[in-house]
């Protein structure tokens, strides 16, 4: 018992200093939150973020691909996939765009996407000392059959993937 209880730390340890959790969840919505700390400089982090494809989990794209994904990193940019046979998904779009500092990108992501449901995804960027505190936050609200805060649990698990997703790329890169 004692070798696992040592084990699980470890994990703990190499995961980062690390931090997830539903904020919040009612019958009208919810937010979830993780926080990570990157070994690599906002600028670094940036340019992984908005390459989605390089560390977003393909079990969790409609294609079975992340090398389908892209993001437009601007105003009005699309978080899409190509789908084969000439398909594709808007999954959300770039409100607010401000390079190595904050993305916020509005959208529903998964069964969300079929759903009155809709959410704003914030990823803040702070560095300091050659590290970047990544914080993502999605605020997700409206009509979900079943009630939208049953899938809270669901959605902050997917997100903490492609949150660690997105550390180990930007680490790996650096």
């Not at 600028?43 to 993001?71: C, E, F, Y």
């Not at 999954?91 to 992501?109: E, I, N, R, W």
Request: glycine content about 14%; aromatic content about 6%.
């Amino acid at each position: 018992m004692k070798t696992k209880m040592i084990a699980a730390l470890a994990l703990l340890a190499a995961a980062g200093a690390a931090r997830a959790e539903v904020t919040d969840a009612g019958p009208t919505g919810f937010q979830v939150k993780h926080e990570v700390v990157v070994a690599a400089p906002a600028s670094a982090v940036w340019a992984i973020l908005v390459t989605p494809s390089k560390w977003w989990a393909s079990d969790h794209t409609w294609s079975g691909s992340a090398a389908n994904l892209s993001l437009g990193a601007a105003s009005g940019g699309c978080f899409c996939e190509r789908l084969p046979n000439g398909g594709s998904v808007l999954h959300a779009t770039t409100v607010y765009a401000a390079p190595g500092q904050k993305l916020v990108l509005s959208g529903a992501l998964g069964p969300m996407q079929s759903s009155g449901a809709t959410g704003a995804l914030t990823v803040l960027l702070a560095e300091k000392d050659g590290r970047t505190t990544v914080t993502v936050t999605y605020d997700v609200g409206g009509y979900f059959r079943g009630g939208i805060d049953k899938i809270a649990g669901p959605v902050d698990g997917v997100l903490g993937q492609q949150v660690q997703g997105l550390k180990r790329a930007a680490e790996v890169a650096r």
